[in-house]
Structures are given as structure tokens and as C-alpha cells.
């Protein structure tokens, strides 16, 4: 036998090591908890299970006792759900539950050993009531002292009442991540979902919350509950269209069918003796009963029995059966067969905003609140939002809205912006159609929101007639302004609110 040292053996064992997150791996490997396989896999299911949104079972390593104020402070927390997908996140929120993972074991020793001492001294309070009974009654009285078998039920006694001590949340993790949930809470409550903004960096909501215009959102994200029209507007915007890629649905269609099929029916006919259903006077030898057979054996009364056969009155049996009868029938009905048409998805949508001195106050936040539903409306759908915010001549400011870092810095710029200039319509409305003839942009509808209070230069309707006429539809929301104004030249159809004064008390 050969005695020699085997390298490829010692690498087989290790290589369960190949499972571990590699910047993870230093705290792995110090952890005290269960052997180093055993943690490997532990915190692989929970790397696992927290990128895909959900907290690991409850029969992952590490121990129920030592996970549950983790477990308890995650659900706190709230984290869990953002974690779905992230894995920048997920690693740097692994770190710290390896740590409190840690801090538990110390806390659940610290606790076993404070239970431990309590035990042991109230052992040997019991041994010295002991010792002073054996003096009274002068019996011989032995040492105080606390052998090991005492000492190791002492012990297992501690662990067991740490072990179903009610776990509390972990503090320290709470405390370590308590504002940026609150932060992400906060803005999923406005977007919905933090898609690509925690894809980009999931500590980005750190500059986002510190934005002067972040207050604003919020509190247009209230004005929008109070608005339900505005949903209804912006989710009518962009054309459908065919999805890129002849991505398709399958569909199921109902063409009438005419078949002639087979039936088999069954007929009762007293032909087929099969069952009895009673008596009947007949003429049938076969099936008379016992008593008119008699008669044939009377010298008299044979006779009688002839004319009664004759006259079919003798006693029978009454019998039928079901006969099966082959008929070809002729159905008519619905048959479904499968198709496929283009998967329909709506286009851009260009969001025009008058920022002139007229639409300042109450008009302003709710052209913002207008802007903010259109960018959930085209995060949500994967569309594509720009806004273009105008006044005078040559004060356009143009920004594609999206949940990227860069655009939400951009989103957050507008809503800083306080609202006060003049009118150029007809110098916006040229950058809105150069836009729409770009490829990327021509499925997209428009949604001008304005007081209305300026002229439409026949220019101006010239130029949007020709953009109508390929197809672009211009959504118009005038505020506050009942009459027919200058935005009814260029938008049809034109969303006119009455009830603004329910959204802050302005009304005009």
C-alpha cells in the first residue's frame, strides 16, 4: 500500500469552497458557527433567496436561535423586496447579516453564561441551607462545592432557557440600514418599482432624498391621489404599434363547424322480451300465465281456452326491452384554432408644458403632477418620456425622463423649477415635430398641458395639422381656463378640469 501523499484527494474535499461568494469568503471562513461546509451552503441559500426576493426556509443554517433576530429585523425592515435582482445590494446587505449573525452568537453566550452564574449560585444557596440543617441536627456536614456533573446539568439548563427566551430584532442591523429603507420605501411608494434607479446604484436614494424638489414629488404624488383624470390621460397616450423583433401573442378564434356524426339511440319496444312491467291480455302462447295454462287440461274447460286465444284475452305477461337504433345526425357548432398577431405596445410620450407667469400657483404643481404620472406611466410600460418646458423665445429646456441616476436628477431639476416667462408656442412645437420625425420617436402621442392664454399663429395649426395627419395625436389639458383658447387650435381632444379647487383650494 502506498503511503504517499495524495494532493488531488485533499482538493476534492475543498471543493465545496467553489460555492462561496468571493467577497464573502474572509468572513466565512472566521464565522463560528457550524463547520465550514455547513456555512458555505448557508450562506449560499441565503445569497440565493435574497436575490430572488424572498428570505431563505427556516431550516437554513444557521440555527433557528442565532438566524430569528435577523430574520425579525429584515422583516422590519422592509429590505427584502428590493433585493430582488440587485446584487450589489444583496452583497452588502450579506456583510452585515454575517455580522449580526456573529453578534448573535456573543449575545447568545454572554446570555447562557449570566444564566449559568444565577444557576450556580443558586445551587449552592440551596447546599448552604443544607449544611446549616446538618449542624442543627448534628449530622456531619459536607463541603461546599459544585462537582462537574452539577456543573454540566447547570449548563445544559442555561442553554435551554436561552434557546426559548423570545428572540427580539437585531439592533444593530436595524439601526444600520432603518433610513435607507425608509428612503426606498418612500420612493417605491411614488414609482411603483426602483428598477433600473437601484440597478445604477443602490445607494442613490442618499442624493435623491437630499434634493430640494424630492418634498415636492411627495407631495405631488398626494395631488395626484387626489386627480384620477390625469391617470386616465397619460395611460390613453402613444399609439399601439407592433413590438420590434415580430414578437407576437397567440390568440385563439371561433370558426363555425358542421359535422354529421353517429348517435346511437335507444328505442323501448315490447318486441325484445327483456323485462317484465306487468300484466295485459294478449294471445301470445309464450308468455300466458300458469293459470290459463290449466284450462288446457279441463275437458270443459279447453274450449275456453281456445276462444279466449282467439279473441287474445288470455292472461299474459307484459314484457319490453330497449332496442339500440344507429341514426346519422348532422351538428352545427364552434371549433378553436390557434393564430398569432403582433403583441400591440404603445408608443413615446412628449410632454409640453407652458411655464409661463400665468400658470404660476396651483396650474404649475399640477403640470408637474401631469409630468410625474407620465414618467410612472412610461417606467412601468418601459416607454419612453421627454419633457419639454417652455416660456419665451429660446427658453426651452428638454430632458428625456427616466429612473437612471442622471434622470432622475433631471426629473428632480424640473420640479425645483418655479414656473414664470412668456409664450413661444410656435418655436416649441418646431423642436416637438423635428422629434417626431425621428424613428425612435415617431410612434409617440403628445400631451400639451397649458392655461390655453395665447394665440395659435396659423402657422403653428398649419404645422400640427401636418403632424395630425401622420398620425400624432395632440392631447391637450387646459387648466383652470373654460373657454375655448388657443390650445383648442392645436390639441384635439382637450382635457378641460373644473375642479381644480378640490386640489388646493384655487379655483378661477
Known amino acids: 500500500m502506498s503511503a504517499a501523499f495524495d494532493v488531488a484527494s485533499l482538493e476534492r474535499s475543498y471543493t465545496f469552497l467553489e460555492d462561496c461568494p468571493e467577497n464573502l469568503f474572509d468572513d466565512i471562513v472566521t464565522m463560528p458557527i457550524g463547520t465550514l461546509s455547513e456555512r458555505v451552503s448557508g450562506v449560499r441559500r441565503w445569497h440565493d433567496a435574497l436575490l430572488a426576493g424572498h428570505l431563505p426556509t427556516d431550516d437554513t443554517w444557521p440555527p433557528a436561535e442565532i438566524s430569528t433576530p435577523v430574520r425579525l429585523a429584515l422583516t422590519e425592515l422592509g429590505l427584502v423586496r428590493f433585493c430582488k435582482d440587485q446584487p450589489e445590494l444583496v452583497d452588502a446587505l450579506m456583510k452585515e447579516i454575517l455580522g449580526a449573525f456573529t453578534r448573535q452568537v456573543d449575545v447568545r453566550r454572554s446570555d447562557v453564561a449570566e444564566r449559568l452564574h444565577e444557576l450556580e449560585e443558586l445551587e449552592r444557596d440551596r447546599l448552604m441551607q443544607e449544611k446549616a440543617q446538618a449542624r442543627r441536627k448534628k449530622r456531619p456536614v459536607r463541603a461546599i462545592q459544585l462537582d462537574l456533573q452539577t456543573l454540566e446539568r447547570l449548563r445544559e439548563q442555561a442553554m435551554q432557557e436561552a434557546a426559548q427566551r423570545e428572540a427580539s430584532a437585531d439592533c444593530d442591523l436595524l439601526a444600520a440600514w432603518d433610513e435607507r429603507a425608509r428612503a426606498w420605501a418612500d420612493i417605491a411608494d411614488v414609482f411603483g418599482d426602483l428598477g433600473e434607479m437601484m440597478g445604477r446604484g443602490w445607494d442613490l436614494s442618499c442624493s435623491v432624498l437630499r434634493h430640494t424638489g424630492w418634498l415636492d414629488l411627495l407631495r405631488l404624488r398626494k395631488l395626484l391621489e387626489q386627480l384620477p383624470q390625469l391617470r386616465d390621460i397619460v395611460r390613453a397616450l402613444g399609439r399601439l404599434h407592433a413590438a420590434d423583433g415580430d414578437e407576437s401573442i397567440a ?258
Not at 354 to 360: A, F, I, K, P, V
Not at 414 to 420: E, H, Q, T, V
Not at 493 to 500: A, G, Y
Open 251 to 508: 390568440e385563439k378564434i371561433l370558426v363555425p363547424v358542421r359535422r354529421v356524426e353517429e348517435e346511437r339511440r335507444e328505442v323501448r319496444t315490447p318486441l325484445i322480451p327483456a323485462e317484465m312491467r306487468g300484466l295485459e291480455r294478449s294471445g301470445e302462447i309464450s308468455r300466458m300465465l300458469p293459470v290459463e295454462a290449466m284450462m288446457l287440461g279441463h275437458p270443459k274447460l279447453r274450449m275456453l281456452w281456445h276462444a279466449r286465444r282467439s279473441e287474445r284475452a288470455l292472461l299474459t305477461y307484459r314484457v319490453e326491452g330497449v332496442e339500440i337504433e344507429r341514426i346519422q345526425v348532422e351538428r352545427e357548432g364552434f371549433e378553436e384554432i390557434e393564430g398569432k398577431r403582433p403583441r400591440p405596445e404603445r408608443g413615446p410620450i412628449l410632454a409640453v408644458v407652458d411655464t409661463s407667469g400665468s400658470m404660476h400657483g396651483l396650474p404649475e404643481q399640477v403640470a408637474k403632477a401631469l409630468v410625474l404620472e407620465a414618467l410612472r406611466t412610461a417606467h412601468a410600460e418601459k416607454r419612453r418620456c421627454f419633457l419639454y418646458a417652455y416660456s419665451g423665445p429660446g427658453q426651452v429646456l428638454e430632458h428625456e425622463l427616466d429612473l437612471s441616476s442622471d434622470g432622475m436628477g433631471r426629473l428632480l431639476q424640473f420640479l425645483g423649477f418655479s414656473f414664470g416667462g412668456g409664450n413661444d408656442e410656435a418655436g416649441m412645437m418646431a423642436k416637438v415635430l423635428a422629434r417626431l420625425k425621428d424613428e425612435n420617436w415617431k410612434k409617440a402621442d403628445v400631451v400639451f398641458v397649458s392655461d390655453g392664454e395665447w394665440p395659435a399663429p396659423a402657422s403653428l395649426v398649419a404645422a400640427v395639422k401636418g403632424a395630425r395627419e401622420g398620425g400624432t395625436r395632440f392631447h391637450g389639458v387646459q387648466i383652470g381656463n373654460r373657454d375655448r383658447t388657443g390650445l383648442h387650435a392645436v390639441c384635439d381632444p382637450v382635457h378641460i378640469f373644473q375642479d381644480w379647487a378640490i386640489a388646493g383650494g384655487w379655483a378661477r
